[in-house]
């Protein structure tokens, strides 16, 4: 693969970017099919008026998209693109989680801790221009300074009103109607799904679970002493409905946990129409629904699409949330709004761990009102969005045929899918020994379901070290496909 400079977006209002972005939606509907020329430089610029330098930069960007391709002394013409994950399921045992996946996520853990290791397993936002740290710093200092007395006491639950106003005020933005008294903050979005789950099950119970799922869901779940069955999530519209009203009609699970709007690690989200359909039935069925929205925000396309709270009506949908995926995963800050379990929420919240730090609580409430938040999502959803497309290039270019991946709606992972032949596991260690970090497939199920996929998370800068990473990664997942044809033929 021949290494690109990508210019960096925040040059020239982007000129060149909308130019790439109007030529990769022509081609993905098909107006300019497989194998059709792109006008020349000359031509394009002229056309639209546009400086060479802008539409040169436009076709850069195209091709690290693996949109197109120069043919030498032809011009461009438009490659047949990536392939998307096909959906496809079959059922497996029942245990909640097999050995093998605990020790694998320790030995994620493990290498993500090792110093200068590429890390493609981690989601959270890594780097200056992911993460607001210097307007975060002088918020938090300037509480501390004028409101000392704050960290000298416990906080009560359920935590900054200031925040929690604040969360408030933004849900309407995804459809949601909240009021600050019913949200609780919590320790991470990680204590509101545990929150969530106690609330509303008891041990021995069966919760449905979407395939792939947040890996963590799997220990939580069985801490908790409760019982997985896997529901169908297709690629690009999510939680299967159908399958999950088949569950609810044989009354087999006590809740449903699901992330219905930027799936982790999936990056789409249901249909509108879906998520008022599953909002009916659980109703219906009186079962209530863990939804987990902390990549909601970061959808590419603004208006953002609705989540299923925004369509409950009797409050059986409890909706969990936090800034790990926006803001810091440091700061430890989600919320809960319990609905018709709200009571027991907030008893259990004060039983586990009573409150958060009213110091970063406050802090992150002022970036709230002061607008901060808001434009920094919005730097996030367009860098995002830009790097998800060109890491998707890269691996177009980089790894064997017959490898697919996901076009997220949102959020920075793409999910990669592999020729069958080759076992990510293996890839995880022989990328470890090459110093880069994936999440291997094998981590998302309780079974072989994911034996060949990964996940990448683009997070942080692309720059040429996690451009370097991605080669690599297609040549050793090349390396493992060859090695398993020549021992096992090629079927
Ligand atoms: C889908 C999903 N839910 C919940 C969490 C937990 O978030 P937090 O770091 O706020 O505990 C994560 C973090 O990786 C996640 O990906």
């Known amino acids: 693969m021949k290494r690109r400079q990508v210019p960096s977006s925040g040059t020239a209002g982007s000129l060149y970017e909308a130019l790439a972005d109007e030529l990769t939606a022509a081609i993905r509907s098909g107006r300019l099919p497989a194998g059709s020329s792109l006008p020349s430089l000359r031509e394009c610029a002229a056309q639209r008026k546009l400086s060479l330098n802008t539409v040169n930069a436009a076709y850069r960007l195209l091709e690290d998209r693996g949109l197109i391709a120069a043919r030498p002394q032809s011009g461009f013409y438009v490659r047949s693109e990536l ?248 700061y430890r800050i989600g919320w809960i709004v319990g609905g018709r379990y709200q009571e027991a929420v907030q008893r259990l919240k004060f039983a586990s761990s009573a409150s958060e730090s009213m110091l970063l609580t406050e802090a992150v409430g002022q970036f709230l009102k002061s607008g901060g938040y808001e434009h920094h999502l919005r730097t996030l959803r367009r860098l995002y969005a830009s790097q998800v497309a060109t890491v998707r290039g890269w691996i177009a270019q980089a790894f064997p045929e017959g490898t697919r991946a996901t076009q997220p709606t949102g959020g920075f992972v793409l999910w990669v899918e592999l020729p069958p032949q080759v076992d990510s596991l293996k890839l995880f260690h022989a990328a470890l020994a090459r110093g880069i970090v994936i999440m291997p497939g094998q981590v998302y199920s309780k079974g072989p379901r994911y034996r060949h996929f990964l996940r990448l998370s683009c997070c942080q800068d692309i720059d040429d070290r996690f451009a370097a990473a991605i080669r690599t990664l297609g040549q050793l997942a090349a390396e493992l496909l060859a090695g398993e044809v020549c021992e096992h033929g090629n079927h």
């Open 83 to 330: 392939a998307e994950p096909e959906f496809a399921f079959r059922r497996i045992a029942k245990d909640v989680m097999s050995p093998a996946q605990v020790d694998l996520m320790t030995s994620v853990l493990q290498a993500q801790q090792q110093p200068g290791h590429m890390d493609l397993a981690f989601a959270g936002p890594r780097g200056k221009r992911f993460y607001p740290g210097e307007r975060l710093a002088r918020i938090t200092s300037s509480v501390l300074r004028r409101h000392g007395e704050i960290v000298a006491t416990y906080a009560l639950p359920p935590g900054s009103l200031l925040l929690r106003e604040q969360i408030a005020l933004r849900s309407s933005r995804l459809g949601m109607d909240l009021t600050a008294d019913c949200i609780v903050l919590t320790h991470g979005a990680m204590e509101a799904l545990q929150l969530a789950l106690r609330a509303v099950t008891q041990a021995g119970d069966y919760v449905g679970i979407e395939a792939p799922s947040y890996f963590n869901i799997y220990p939580l779940l069985a801490a908790l002493g409760l019982k997985a069955i896997e529901i169908p999530t297709h690629p690009q519209h999510g939680l299967d409905v159908d399958s999950v009203e088949h569950l609810l009609l044989q009354k087999r699970v006590a809740a449903v946990v699901a992330m219905p709007t930027v799936h982790n690690p999936l990056g789409c989200s249901m249909p509108v129409e879906a998520k008022q359909r599953l909002a009916q039935l659980l109703h219906q069925h009186r079962t209530p629904l863990i939804e987990d929205m902390v990549y909601a925000e970061l959808q590419f396309r603004e208006p953002l699409e609705p989540t299923i709270k925004s369509f409950d009506r009797m409050g059986w949908v409890l909706a969990c949330g936090g800034f790990s995926k926006t803001l810091a995963p440091d």
